[in-house]
């Protein structure tokens, strides 16, 4: 009995998606005889020892900080140089696996761990003290002179530049950005309300905000951390990351059909990349008039980057800024234009009517000297496109040289060849790997016309835009002399999750693609349609011409208005703030607010869009909230949670998960005054059952497998003890 909680334990930490990919690369046995938590022996055998009798989530930090070391030491023993490297960098990563993983006030499983989860690295005399904690779980070599002085001052010169990059993925992935990737404590989740480690139990159709990853994008990110690792021990970290900007730069180069890499911007968020727009427009000398089409459906932070201002309180290299100030070198006479695209009811304008005050405002500032900076939606957070293209194209054509076009593409909804139409046009093109691709939050891009890009061979970019981007996100070119000399390896792991995501889309035809896009949008619009206690806001399918299997003119961003509580058919929707509030609390687990037969539905994790203002007279604040249930790629992808299920039966569990949500969303309204008072948080994972529950579902892929039984899940274990030789010889 003894042996068997032990490996149900240990069973359970192992399917924690983020343990499992490094866990398949090592033999991991059991043996209570073990005094210390575990010991390594390369190549990649981890030996675990009685201390991992205990609570899972100090199993889950041995395992780890175990993990790491197996995976560093690779198959060679060290010597004893870069055995202490080592043990240092797999302890550091460990100790940062713990503070996201455990409440603050949980006592740390090891002296050491807040000391080595510090942003700053410890002292220099400190070093051998912790070394003798660390050295019994890993082989050190021969019998080197541990008490040398030059020894631990040459880790400690090693350490010091060292200490940002290592860490868990997950937390390197939340850095290059700004306040919105910090983790919550409280709920295991960012401001988005979703994390960089896979939540397979959630449900999710995010992706016209942002996406928790996939396992698939984890692998991806996860993989090249562990490449940037091995060079860190190398003392290599600069050349790693160099190639690793290259690359990223280069298959998205590959995947629009651009020329090259140095067509290729690199932006920690759309909103960066707007500001990368701004200094391209000025480069000419002129002074500039930003045209904002819609500007409360894009990020909100635009209106301020099109100023040419901080958007926020910190820049993605971590410089700490005022928002609202000027960035340096940006001239102060940039004036910004709205062109809205809804009335003061919410509802959308004539298409003919945003194309005349768009016409009007170009006419106006060009008879002023200005160069117009028009930015266009394709598309908004709720699935538009505006102003009309053709007319665009005329109004270029009437004004040559003096009218600059971006077209906002970050929800990325769209096929490479309309960019590269775009791009022939001579239009820059924003896009991300966030929204549609369903990577991580925060990684942007800017696409470059041979127009544009030749404004960098002369002049110089703002000065200030250095605090935001490297020398290696931009094309190497005279006018990028004066950015920043490092890397920002947070937006490069960040991508190449969303790397991951976007081969995955490639490899599907499109007209597959169409198909499954298809079946899945009908059948929610119906679904939406049929609920009493939502209003679906119909938005236009994208304007575009024909191609051949084309799937990006369906309406692929699904918004909807909700019934307020106390209302009936037919009442004011819900207001915005309130809006807001069930947004939050379908991201979390309700159980306790509702009676019995309903638990299981309030305690799915569901996670959409957040809700868009939308004017309504009659509102509170004037504003309600429109949310979005959206497809993404993964949708039509699917994920490695989804093995086993072929495409039918897949898209068919897609369709039931997103009238899951809906459910939800009525069973919210139906017992709102209880949830309201309690006000609970979003969370990463279901809510934690005391360690001697039955219940063993929190790693489970879905907690929806309510039909499994007990032999299933002895089964399940038993061909888990096999594929990762627990126990074995």
Same mark, same amino acid.
């Given at each position: 009995?003894?042996?068997?909680?032990?490996?149900?334990?240990?069973? %359970?930490?192992?399917?924690?998606?983020?343990?499992?990919?490094?866990?398949?690369?090592?033999?991991?046995?059991?043996?209570?005889?073990?005094?210390?938590?575990?010991?390594?022996?390369?190549?990649?055998?981890?030996?675990?020892?009685?201390?991992?009798?205990?609570?899972?989530?100090?199993?889950?930090?041995?395992?780890?900080?175990?993990?790491?070391?197996?995976?560093?030491?690779?198959?060679?023993?060290?010597?004893?140089?870069?055995?202490?490297?080592?043990?240092?960098?797999?302890?550091?990563?460990?100790?940062?696996?713990?503070?996201?993983?455990?409440?603050?006030?949980?006592?740390?499983?090891?002296?050491?761990?807040?000391?080595?989860?510090?942003?700053?690295?410890?002292?220099?005399?400190?070093?051998?003290?912790?070394?003798?904690?660390?050295?019994?779980?890993?082989?050190?070599?021969?019998?080197?002179?541990?008490?040398?002085?030059?020894?631990?001052?040459?880790?400690?010169?090693?350490?010091?530049?060292?200490?940002?990059?290592?860490?868990?993925?997950?937390?390197?992935?939340?850095?290059?950005?700004?306040?919105?990737? $910090?983790?919550?404590?409280?709920?295991?989740? $960012?401001?988005?309300?979703?994390?960089?480690?896979?939540?397979?139990?959630?449900?999710?159709?995010?992706?016209?905000?942002?996406?928790?990853?996939?396992?698939?994008?984890?692998?991806?990110?996860?993989?090249?951390?562990? !490449?940037?690792?091995?060079?860190?021990?190398?003392? =290599?970290?600069?050349?790693?990351?160099?190639?690793?900007?290259?690359?990223?730069?280069?298959?998205?180069?590959?995947?629009?059909?651009?020329?090259?890499?140095?067509?290729?911007?690199?932006?920690?968020?759309?909103?960066?990349?707007?500001?990368?727009?701004?200094?391209?427009?000025?480069?000419?000398? &002129?002074? *500039?008039?930003?045209?904002?089409?819609?500007?409360?459906?894009?990020?909100?932070?635009?209106?301020?980057?099109?100023?040419?201002?901080?958007?926020?309180?910190?820049?993605?290299?971590?410089?700490?800024?005022?928002?609202?100030?000027?960035?340096?070198?940006?001239?102060? /006479?940039?004036?910004?234009?709205?062109?809205?695209?809804?009335?003061?009811?919410?509802?959308?304008?004539?298409?003919?009517?945003?194309?005349?005050?768009?016409?009007?405002?170009?006419? !106006? &500032?060009?008879?002023?000297?200005?160069?117009?900076?028009?930015?266009?939606?394709?598309?908004? =957070?709720?699935?538009?496109?505006?102003?009309?293209?053709?007319?665009?194209?005329?109004?270029?054509?009437?004004?040559?040289?003096?009218?600059?076009?971006?077209?906002?593409?970050?929800?990325?909804?769209?096929?490479?060849?309309?960019?590269?139409?775009?791009?022939?046009?001579?239009?820059?093109?924003?896009?991300?790997?966030? =929204?549609?691709?369903?990577?991580?939050?925060?990684?942007?891009?800017?696409?470059?016309?041979?127009?544009?890009?030749?404004?960098?061979?002369?002049?110089?970019?703002?000065?200030?835009?250095?605090?935001?981007?490297? &020398?290696?996100?931009?094309?190497?070119?005279?006018?990028?002399?004066?950015?920043?000399?490092?890397? $920002?390896?947070?937006?490069?792991?960040?991508?190449?999750?969303? &790397?991951?995501?976007?081969?995955?889309?490639?490899?599907?035809?499109?007209?597959?693609?169409?198909?499954?896009?298809?079946?899945?949008?009908?059948?929610?619009?119906?679904?939406?349609?049929?609920?009493?206690?939502?209003?679906?806001?119909?938005?236009?399918?994208?304007?575009?011409?024909?191609?051949?299997?084309?799937?990006?003119?369906?309406?692929?961003?699904?918004?909807?208005?909700?019934?307020?509580?106390?209302?009936?058919?037919?009442?004011?929707?819900?207001?915005?703030?309130?809006?807001?509030?069930?947004?939050?609390?379908? !991201?979390? /687990?309700?159980?306790?607010?509702?009676?019995?037969?309903?638990?299981?539905?309030?305690?799915?994790?569901?996670?959409?869009?957040?809700?868009?203002?939308?004017?309504?007279?009659?509102?509170?604040?004037?504003? *309600?909230?429109?949310?979005?249930?959206?497809?993404?790629?993964?949708?039509?992808?699917?994920?490695?949670? %989804?093995?086993?299920?072929?495409?039918?039966?897949?898209?068919?569990?897609?369709?039931?998960?997103?009238?899951?949500?809906?459910?939800?969303?009525?069973?919210?309204?139906?017992?709102?005054?209880?949830?309201?008072?309690?006000?609970?948080?979003?969370?990463?994972?279901?809510?934690?059952?005391?360690?001697?529950?039955?219940?063993?579902?929190?790693?489970?892929?879905?907690?929806?497998?309510?039909?499994?039984? /007990?032999?299933?899940?002895?089964?399940?274990?038993?061909?888990?003890?096999?594929?990762?030789?627990?126990?074995?010889?």
């Amino acid at each position: 009995m003894f042996a068997r909680n032990l490996t149900e334990t240990l069973l %359970h930490v192992l399917d924690r998606p983020e343990l499992r990919l490094l866990a398949t690369k090592c033999r991991i046995m059991l043996d209570p005889a073990v005094a210390h938590p575990f010991h390594v022996q390369p190549p990649g055998q981890i030996v675990l020892g009685a201390p991992c009798l205990g609570e899972r989530r100090v199993v889950a930090f041995h395992l780890r900080h175990a993990l790491e070391l197996a995976v560093l030491s690779d198959a060679q023993e060290p010597d004893f140089r870069q055995a202490l490297k080592i043990s240092f960098s797999a302890a550091r990563t460990a100790a940062r696996f713990w503070m996201l993983d455990a409440p603050a006030d949980l006592p740390a499983p090891e002296a050491w761990v807040r000391t080595l989860a510090s942003a700053y690295p410890p002292a220099r005399d400190d070093l051998p003290q912790l070394f003798a904690a660390l050295h019994p779980l890993v082989s050190v070599p021969g019998k080197a002179a541990h008490d040398s002085s030059a020894l631990w001052d040459e880790l400690y010169a090693w350490l010091v530049p060292a200490w940002p990059l290592i860490g868990p993925v997950e937390a390197l992935m939340a850095e290059g950005g700004d306040a919105r990737l $910090n983790i919550d404590v409280r709920t295991g989740l $960012n401001h988005y309300g979703c994390s960089h480690r896979p939540r397979p139990w959630a449900v999710t159709f995010a992706s016209s905000t942002a996406s928790s990853l996939s396992e698939r994008g984890f692998t991806g990110g996860e993989l090249a951390r562990v !490449n940037l690792a091995r060079a860190v021990l190398e003392g =290599k970290a600069p050349e790693a990351l160099h190639a690793l900007a290259l690359d990223v730069r280069h298959f998205l180069a590959g995947w629009f059909g651009l020329p090259g890499q140095d067509h290729v911007v690199l932006a920690s968020s759309g909103t960066d990349a707007a500001l990368a727009v701004l200094a391209l427009s000025t480069l000419p000398g &002129q002074p *500039v008039t930003t045209v904002l089409t819609a500007p409360e459906e894009t990020g909100s932070g635009v209106p301020l980057a099109s100023h040419g201002r901080h958007f926020a309180q910190e820049t993605a290299l971590g410089a700490s800024v005022c928002k609202g100030d000027l960035v340096a070198g940006f001239p102060n /006479d940039t004036v910004c234009v709205d062109l809205p695209l809804r009335d003061a009811e919410g509802q959308l304008r004539p298409e003919g009517e945003v194309t005349a005050a768009c016409r009007k405002d170009i006419q !106006n &500032q060009v008879a002023k000297g200005r160069r117009v900076l028009l930015h266009v939606l394709d598309l908004s =957070k709720t699935g538009l496109l505006a102003p009309n293209l053709k007319a665009l194209e005329a109004l270029c054509d009437q004004y040559p040289g003096q009218l600059d076009v971006v077209v906002d593409a970050c929800q990325a909804r769209l096929m490479p060849e309309r960019v590269q139409a775009y791009l022939a046009r001579g239009w820059a093109v924003m896009v991300t790997g966030s =929204k549609f691709f369903t990577g991580p939050p925060f990684c942007g891009a800017l696409l470059l016309p041979d127009c544009w890009k030749a404004r960098l061979d002369q002049g110089m970019l703002p000065e200030g835009l250095a605090a935001y981007a490297n &020398q290696c996100e931009w094309p190497a070119s005279p006018a990028c002399r004066g950015l920043a000399s490092g890397f $920002n390896h947070g937006l490069l792991l960040r991508w190449r999750a969303a &790397q991951a995501e976007m081969a995955a889309l490639g490899a599907i035809l499109s007209a597959v693609v169409a198909e499954r896009l298809q079946g899945f949008l009908g059948a929610v619009t119906q679904g939406i349609e049929a609920n009493a206690d939502l209003a679906f806001l119909p938005q236009p399918a994208p304007q575009r011409d024909a191609l051949s299997d084309d799937w990006d003119r369906q309406q692929t961003i699904l918004s909807f208005l909700v019934r307020a509580p106390e209302g009936t058919e037919g009442a004011i929707p819900l207001d915005l703030e309130r809006c807001r509030k069930l947004y939050q609390w379908l !991201n979390a /687990d309700l159980s306790s607010y509702v009676p019995q037969e309903k638990k299981v539905l309030a305690a799915l994790l569901c996670h959409i869009g957040q809700p868009v203002p939308i004017p309504h007279a009659q509102a509170a604040g004037g504003l *309600v909230g429109a949310l979005r249930l959206s497809a993404g790629a993964r949708l039509v992808s699917g994920e490695p949670s %989804h093995e086993g299920l072929d495409a039918t039966a897949r898209m068919t569990r897609e369709i039931q998960d997103a009238l899951r949500v809906l459910e939800k969303i009525s069973l919210i309204l139906t017992y709102w005054d209880a949830i309201a008072q309690a006000d609970p948080l979003p969370s990463y994972a279901p809510r934690w059952e005391p360690e001697d529950t039955a219940d063993e579902s929190h790693w489970s892929e879905r907690s929806g497998k309510e039909g499994v039984t /007990d032999e299933q899940k002895a089964d399940a274990m038993r061909r888990s003890i096999s594929a990762l030789a627990l126990g074995g010889p």
